[in-house]
């Protein structure tokens, strides 16, 4: 199974598809989040299946910026101390070089706690804005569809 078109109940349609920044995508239904993740050269992807009505909370995090300013003072502090140890300088500048990079990588990290699973579900979506404005629709219950419902009746 690597589309979301195979994971797809009968009459269930696609209402928003979504990228994510480390491959695969999001997909929203009327009643379910399908998220497509690339598991990687040769291997077939994975399709993690959620109900709308079982997401308890969706979370943002933006970039860190205290952890990044923190491994800049650590390089910075690293470079500064190569010509006392240049050993100890280098590895300190090194560790936070690596520290800022896998804090830049971490941005824009939305997790999607759901009820019933221990571990939210992460995802890195390629524009953050589209996905929380994509999903906010079917978390907020559409309540003006509901009231609708009730006039027509």
């Keep these: 199974m690597t589309d979301v078109s ?7 349609t696609v209402r928003e598809r979504l990228a994510l920044r480390t491959g695969g995508s ?20 994975r399709i993690t299946r959620v109900a ?4 308890a909370e969706v979370t943002v995090e933006e970039v860190d910026y205290f952890l990044a ?3 800049v003072l650590l390089a910075g502090y690293g470079l500064y101390s190569v010509p006392r140890n240049a050993a100890l300088g280098l590895a300190f500048a090194a560790f936070g070089g690596l520290s800022l990079y896998w804090t830049y990588r971490k941005r824009g990290k939305v997790r999607i706690r759901v009820a019933g699973r221990p571990k939210p579900v992460s ?6 804005g589209a996905f929380v404005d994509g999903l906010e629709p079917f978390l907020a219950g559409e309540p003006g569809d509901a009231v609708d419902e009730a006039d027509e009746n």
């Excluded at 195979?6 to 269930?12: F, S, T």
């Excluded at 999001?26 to 992807?45: I, S, Y």
């Excluded at 709308?52 to 997401?55: G, I, R």
């Excluded at 995802?123 to 953050?128: C, G, K, L, R, S």
């Design 69 to 71: 300013i923190l491994s």
């Design 123 to 128: 995802v890195f979506p390629a524009d953050t």
């Design 6 to 12: 195979d994971a797809l109940a009968e009459g269930e």
């Design 26 to 45: 999001v997909a929203l239904t009327d009643d379910h989040l399908l998220v497509v993740t690339d598991a990687g050269a040769g291997a077939d992807a």
């Design 52 to 55: 709308l009505d079982d997401v």
